[in-house]
């Protein structure tokens, strides 16, 4: 039986002095998630296997040679590194949900609703400012009166809350406070800078819009050939629900 047991040593590459003189290295600080252990005991009972326990005889002191590095094939950890660790993992498990919770859009089934729809593909690239959509829509307002306008739509998501939009119980329609507003009927026309872009009215060719971040403009003639540099036009069919709704994407790089 002491052979058994120096011969089970021999396999681990462990003498008892060698465990006894030996300095821990510090662990390397790798990226694998450790949200699924309940306590650091756990993790180091994830590395135990059946011929540790036959052998020692002592769960308690199979931990510790996890804990040393002599047992186990995952990465060697302290406590303190366990716990920050895991409280990284949780971190960023909740800020993956909030984030997925933040986006009013999500989750929900648009299909019957083409305008909804694409605002809902939109809605995070705008939020995170990869993307400032410009949003034309033509449409009588509450009083029914002809109204058309372009939207900021990244700015309208910071001021305002689309859950109402998106569950149908809110109609988007251009405010006197957006990019654009014409009322068709009383002629009101109102036209304001965003944080995202910059009205230029007097231009020979139309309307158009500078963004502030990369400067490049946004031609929303339809008429014109394309957009601008970085940006799509984009039709939408909003299925009788607006008489005209077309989106304007932009990609927004930095100046360098």
């Known amino acids: 039986e002491f052979q058994t047991f120096q011969h089970y040593f021999k396999q681990i590459n462990l003498s008892i002095p060698h465990l006894m003189d030996s300095v821990l290295e510090e662990a390397p600080s790798g990226g694998d998630s450790f949200a699924e252990f309940a306590t650091y ?24 040679l996890v804990e040393l590095g002599y047992r186990g094939s995952g990465e060697v950890l ?21 984030q997925k919770k933040s986006l009013a859009g999500a989750g929900k089934d648009l299909s019957s609703q083409p305008f909804l729809e694409a605002l809902a593909k939109r809605e995070e690239a705008n939020k995170t400012g990869k993307m400032t959509s410009i949003i034309f829509i033509r449409d009588k307002n509450a009083r029914g009166q002809e109204i058309s306008g372009y939207i900021d739509y990244a700015h309208r998501l910071k001021t305002e809350d689309f859950e109402p939009y998106f569950n149908g119980k809110k109609r988007l329609l251009p405010k006197l406070s957006d990019l654009s507003f014409y009322n068709w009927e009383t002629q009101k026309s109102t036209s304001n800078a965003t944080p995202n872009y910059q009205v230029i009215a007097d231009n020979a060719s139309g309307l158009l819009f500078k963004n502030k971040r990369d400067r490049k403009i946004v031609n929303v003639d339809p008429k014109a050939s394309r957009p601008g540099d970085n940006s799509t036009r984009v039709p939408i069919a909003s299925s009788g629900q607006y008489t005209q ?6 990609i927004t790089r930095r100046k360098t």
Not at 78 to 98: M, P
């Open 41 to 64: 005991e756990d993790f180091l009972n994830s590395q135990i296997t059946a011929m540790d326990l036959y052998y020692l005889e002592d769960e308690e002191l199979a931990r510790q």
């Open 78 to 98: 302290k406590r303190e590194e366990f716990e920050a660790r895991k409280q990284l993992a949780e971190a960023s498990r909740l800020s993956k949900r909030s």
């Open 245 to 250: 709704v077309v989106i304007y994407d932009h």
